[in-house]
């Protein structure tokens, strides 16, 4: 006699968590071979001296488990990086950890600080990690919303902070801050006045912030990025997140860093080793080489503020209305203009069309909100070929 089996079913400790607008619109991009301005990474090569110094420390058989927080000569380059940028000084011992990607150093900053009931405010649009990563940690998400400018026509023309509302969400029971800067997706700059205006809301309180400044390097028209680093105050109370893989054209490997005052990494690495334990250890090497010379990070700036501009004024050309775009390698667009029926509909009905019918795949800025927020305003990638942004703008100067 045979019995069938049976899967137990479960609560799930994210009911209202589905696949990704990304996953979605980039398998649909795949499906319809549209070109891929929806997710975010470069469509060209790394620099090759990167691949051979990793591929130089597997063949020094560095190949096993490296310390839990990272290699000492990644550490010591990132400590100097942060020093020479920033003129703030963490201590490569104890106060900078190794990361699998800025998304793990996100989710295991508020593992390590977030308990069950405490309030963690957010501001939307906000990367779509923030929200899960708090709910698993048993905290309760406050958002707040940018402030949508608009112009004389109604369409969207730029984001703001919404400082009355900001300080209205901090109180007692706030744990953790996220702030995001350069901002994905609406690529507004924090800048020092702003930080300045922050420090002020959160002095005299137990409030944490967590920085995420994964675009730290993409800061155009001859600006400065201003990490929470470069500020006393702020840098007592935060952990500092970036990614090398947004910097370097790496996407795929997965490899961040966090920088905090001690007390708080003591805890961070508390999870951190029971979350990933640590990072792979010969892309570590490699990075740790190529770090070493500032000039690509330094010049980062010129190489995709080209892109930029080069897919700027080729979207001038279209009825799409360019809004500022001073930091990432993202550029939003409201489509309100265009005279078509496709052009009436939700932002991400609009881009599954682009998709499909131009062959352009873009992310809607409402799928950055957890409450349906229609603005007409979807986000591109620009970190592509000139000849991938070309061919692009091809397709949408004939909407």
Same mark, same amino acid.
């Given at each position: 006699? !045979? !019995?069938?089996?049976s899967?137990?079913? *479960?609560?799930?400790?994210l009911?209202n968590v589905?696949t990704t607008v990304?996953?979605v619109m =980039?398998?649909l991009?795949? @499906?319809?071979?549209?070109?891929?301005l929806?997710?975010?990474?470069p469509?060209?090569?790394?620099? %090759?001296?990167? #691949?051979?110094?990793v591929?130089?420390?597997?063949?020094a058989?560095?190949?096993?488990?490296p $310390?839990m /927080?990272?290699i000492?000569e990644?550490?010591h380059? #990132?400590?100097?990086?942060?020093?020479?940028?920033y003129?703030?000084?963490y201590d490569?011992?104890?106060?900078i950890?190794?990361?699998a990607?800025g998304?793990?150093?996100?989710?295991t900053?508020?593992l390590a600080?977030v308990?069950?009931?405490?309030?963690v405010v957010?501001?939307e649009?906000a990367?779509?990690?923030y929200?899960p990563?708090?709910?698993?940690a048993?905290?309760?998400? #406050?958002?707040?919303s940018? +402030?949508v400018k %608009?112009d004389?026509n109604?369409?969207?023309a730029s984001?703001? /902070?919404?400082?009355?509302?900001?300080?209205?969400?901090i109180?007692s029971?706030?744990?953790?801050?996220?702030?995001?800067? $350069?901002h994905n997706?609406?690529?507004m700059?924090w800048q020092k006045?702003?930080l300045?205006r922050?420090?002020?809301?959160? &002095?005299?309180t137990? !409030?944490? /912030?967590l920085?995420d400044?994964?675009?730290?390097?993409?800061?155009y028209?001859?600006a400065?990025h201003? =990490?929470?680093?470069s500020?006393p @105050?702020l840098?007592?109370?935060?952990?500092l997140i970036?990614s090398?893989g947004?910097?370097?054209?790496?996407?795929?490997? &997965?490899?961040?860093?966090?920088a905090?005052p001690?007390a708080l990494?003591? @805890?961070?690495?508390k999870?951190h080793q029971?979350?990933?334990f640590?990072?792979?250890?010969?892309?570590q090497y490699?990075?740790?080489?190529?770090?070493?010379d500032?000039?690509h990070?330094?010049?980062l700036?010129?190489f995709?503020?080209a892109?930029?501009?080069f897919f700027r004024?080729g979207l001038?050309?279209?009825? *799409? &209305?360019?809004l500022?775009?001073?930091?990432?390698? *993202?550029?939003?667009?409201?489509?309100?203009?265009?005279n /078509?029926p496709?052009? &009436?509909?939700s932002?991400a009905?609009f881009?599954?069309?682009l998709?499909?019918?131009?062959g352009v795949a873009a #992310?809607?800025v409402s799928?950055?909100? @957890? +409450?349906?927020?229609?603005?007409?305003v979807i986000r591109?990638? *620009?970190?592509?070929q000139?000849?991938?942004?070309?061919?692009a703008l091809?397709r949408?100067?004939?909407?």
């Amino acid at each position: 006699m !045979t !019995t069938s089996a049976s899967t137990p079913s *479960f609560p799930s400790r994210l009911p209202n968590v589905g696949t990704t607008v990304f996953t979605v619109m =980039s398998a649909l991009a795949v @499906e319809h071979q549209a070109i891929n301005l929806g997710q975010g990474f470069p469509d060209f090569p790394c620099d %090759r001296k990167l #691949i051979t110094g990793v591929n130089d420390a597997m063949l020094a058989d560095r190949n096993q488990y490296p $310390p839990m /927080i990272g290699i000492a000569e990644l550490r010591h380059g #990132i400590c100097h990086k942060i020093e020479n940028l920033y003129g703030h000084h963490y201590d490569p011992d104890s106060e900078i950890t190794i990361t699998a990607g800025g998304t793990q150093g996100i989710l295991t900053t508020i593992l390590a600080c977030v308990s069950p009931g405490d309030e963690v405010v957010i501001i939307e649009p906000a990367y779509d990690s923030y929200r899960p990563s708090i709910e698993l940690a048993g905290g309760k998400t #406050i958002s707040v919303s940018l +402030q949508v400018k %608009r112009d004389a026509n109604g369409q969207v023309a730029s984001y703001e /902070i919404p400082w009355d509302e900001l300080a209205n969400a901090i109180h007692s029971k706030t744990r953790l801050l996220l702030i995001n800067s $350069p901002h994905n997706p609406t690529g507004m700059v924090w800048q020092k006045e702003d930080l300045d205006r922050l420090a002020t809301l959160v &002095k005299g309180t137990s !409030t944490l /912030i967590l920085s995420d400044e994964v675009y730290e390097h993409m800061v155009y028209d001859g600006a400065v990025h201003h =990490s929470v680093a470069s500020h006393p @105050e702020l840098a007592a109370r935060s952990f500092l997140i970036s990614s090398f893989g947004k910097t370097y054209h790496v996407t795929g490997w &997965k490899v961040g860093y966090v920088a905090a005052p001690a007390a708080l990494s003591k @805890e961070f690495r508390k999870v951190h080793q029971f979350n990933v334990f640590t990072v792979n250890t010969p892309m570590q090497y490699g990075l740790a080489a190529y770090l070493a010379d500032a000039s690509h990070y330094l010049n980062l700036p010129a190489f995709y503020q080209a892109k930029r501009d080069f897919f700027r004024i080729g979207l001038e050309k279209t009825k *799409f &209305k360019l809004l500022p775009s001073p930091g990432t390698y *993202f550029q939003c667009v409201d489509y309100s203009a265009l005279n /078509i029926p496709e052009a &009436k509909v939700s932002e991400a009905d609009f881009c599954k069309w682009l998709t499909t019918k131009v062959g352009v795949a873009a #992310i809607p800025v409402s799928a950055f909100y @957890e +409450q349906p927020t229609e603005s007409s305003v979807i986000r591109f990638c *620009f970190a592509k070929q000139e000849q991938t942004l070309a061919t692009a703008l091809q397709r949408l100067q004939n909407l």
